[in-house]
């Protein structure tokens, strides 16, 4: 407990998981290993390649 604060607490109050809050207490996650949203499907590259790609397609009136 931090602060005092059950983890059924935390969980309510702060919108997290119980089982997320009972794995970084127990060392199962490691408190540097911080991750929000999904993975990334495209790499940079690929999504700079795609941005260029639809931005051409949309100069020339193509809609997608």
């Given at each position: 407990?931090?602060?005092?604060m059950s ?20 060392g ?37």
């Amino acid at each position: 407990m931090i602060n005092h604060m059950s983890v059924q607490r935390a969980d309510t109050t702060n919108g997290v998981p119980v089982t997320t809050l009972k794995d970084r207490i127990h060392g199962n996650i490691p408190l540097d290993n911080v991750q929000s949203g999904r993975t990334q499907l495209f790499s940079n590259d690929q999504e700079t390649m795609l941005a260029r790609h639809l931005n051409s397609m949309a100069e020339v009136g193509y809609g997608y």
